[in-house]
């Protein structure tokens, strides 16, 4: 059907970093990387994020993604919504096609998905530490997609079971380094180089690790935090923002303490991925994985 066709082509011809079918790609080399399946295997995963990026953009009521029309503005959020089905139903059956068991069960990541973007929507109970809650959301939301790309380069290329296992730890560590650098941006990222407008999250109501730290602590500029995000029952949201209170907010922010406890938990990630390197052989895919670790770090400076 074209509107399908052409809904489906809009996201994918924007562009983007492809962040994740490179990793499957990368993580391929440590097997045969000519085998056919390697390739189903990324374009699978390239499928679930757009998949996942037209979902969250209907849940956000996002109206730009890289830098041009959402899907839900170019049409509605039904076909958002309709597109995004088509699109992990795409990746279906790209995995079905993959010849073990073990790579095939890799469907199980959308489950982890969609309980990730649930708990991110749902919040902690009030007995629920909120920075415990907030890795467990990033380790289902964000570093399960990333862990799966690497682990179904490696299974398809016929990878042996150490370097596997090395790279799933590498994905866990790295998906959650990744999502704090994003935390970070979105406080001091320039729009013109990410992409993103500072404060995105802020206005969203999503839950950083810098805002979590602030809010948590004592002192008058966390009380003013508190006092701008309040939440609003039953949903346990933060209030919407004006532009005046995000900028606050963001100022704020910048100078808290908090920010320099996100970055010590950023730089942590990015040493245990690093480690996790150590099992895999010497050569120009291990090297590459260890820059991305560096990437990872130097963005959020």
């Known amino acids: 059907m074209s509107l399908l066709h052409e809904a489906s082509r809009h996201l994918m011809d924007a562009g983007g970093k492809r962040h994740r079918p490179m990793l499957t790609l990368l993580a ?5 990387p000519a085998e056919p399946d390697v390739l189903r295997s990324a374009a699978a995963c390239e499928l679930v994020h757009a998949a996942a990026l037209c979902h969250d953009d209907v849940l956000d009521g996002a109206t730009l993604r890289r830098g041009r029309p959402s899907v839900n503005a170019r049409w509605n959020d039904a076909v958002a919504m309709l597109t995004g089905d ?20 890799e ?9 990730g973007q649930i708990r991110e929507m749902a919040g902690p109970a009030d007995d629920e530490d909120p920075t415990d809650y907030y890795a467990t959301m990033v380790s289902e939301k964000t570093a399960s997609l990333l862990t799966a790309c690497l682990r179904l380069g490696a299974l398809a290329s016929g990878a042996d079971e150490g370097s596997v296992r ?33 404060g995105t999250d802020l206005l969203k ?28 029952a039953p949903e346990g949201r933060r209030t919407q923002l004006t532009d005046e209170e995000c900028a606050e907010a963001i100022g704020l922010l910048r100078h808290h303490p908090a920010v320099g406890r996100a970055r010590e938990r950023l730089d942590a990630y990015v040493e245990e991925a690093r480690a996790a390197l150590g099992p895999l052989p010497d050569g120009s895919a291990k090297d590459t994985l260890d820059l991305l670790c560096a990437g990872v770090a130097h963005r959020a400076s």
């Open 28 to 32: 391929a080399r440590f097997g045969n």
């Open 86 to 105: 088509f699109l992990f139903a795409q990746a279906f059956l790209l995995l079905a096609r993959l010849p073990t068991l073990e790579a095939r069960l």
């Open 107 to 115: 469907v199980n990541t959308f489950v982890r998905l969609v309980t």
């Open 166 to 198: 090395a790279l799933e730890r590498y994905g866990e560590a790295f998906g959650l380094a990744f999502q704090i650098s994003d935390d970070l941006l979105d406080l001091f990222g320039e729009e013109e180089k990410s992409g993103k407008r500072p």
């Open 205 to 232: 109501g999503a839950p950083t690790l810098p805002l979590l730290y602030a809010l948590s602590s004592p002192g008058k500029d966390s009380d003013r935090l508190r006092d701008l995000l309040g939440t609003a």
